[in-house]
């Protein structure tokens, strides 16, 4: 069994910066992606960033450039950091576990949504202008 508890979320200006830690707990190891995904009421997941056990990353190009994501295996603790942020990434931020099931690389980033096994019930992102 997995959990996974997000933190950090609030409000921050445009042109601002965030930073979202994902806490996780039970049997994740080199052979689980991890990940971030993003969801605004009514409209589907968007899947933003994802980290494999070798340090692959994959970001949706709405944030290449800007997010990034980490994993400290020690401290059990996912982290995207979200820099120069803008209004359309207003949402409720989630992190996700996938289970790789021999596969070496996380799954593409548009469809990491929809193999994820575990995920967290989110951390609120608003950004203002």
């Known amino acids: 069994q997995v959990q996974l508890a997000e933190s950090g979320g609030g409000s921050v200006q445009s042109g601002g910066s965030l930073r979202l830690s994902c806490a996780y707990s039970?049997?994740?190891?080199?052979?689980?992606?991890m990940g971030w995904f993003r969801q605004v009421p009514g409209e589907e997941r968007e899947g933003v960033a994802t980290?494999?056990?070798?340090?692959?990353?994959d970001y949706a190009d709405s944030v290449k450039g800007r997010f990034t994501i980490s994993q400290d295996n020690t401290e059990k603790t996912l982290t995207l950091e979200m820099n120069n942020v803008k209004p359309e990434d207003t949402a409720m931020y989630h992190c996700?576990?996938?289970?790789?099931?021999?596969?070496?690389?996380?799954?593409?980033?548009?469809?990491?949504?929809?193999?994820?096994?575990?995920w967290g019930t989110g951390t609120t992102v608003t950004v203002s202008l």
């Open positions: 996700a576990a996938d289970y790789l099931q021999g596969r070496y690389a996380c799954a593409p980033i548009k469809t990491f949504v929809y193999g994820m096994d575990y």
């Open positions: 980290i494999s056990a070798a340090g692959l990353t």
């Open positions: 039970g049997t994740i190891t080199n052979e689980w992606c």
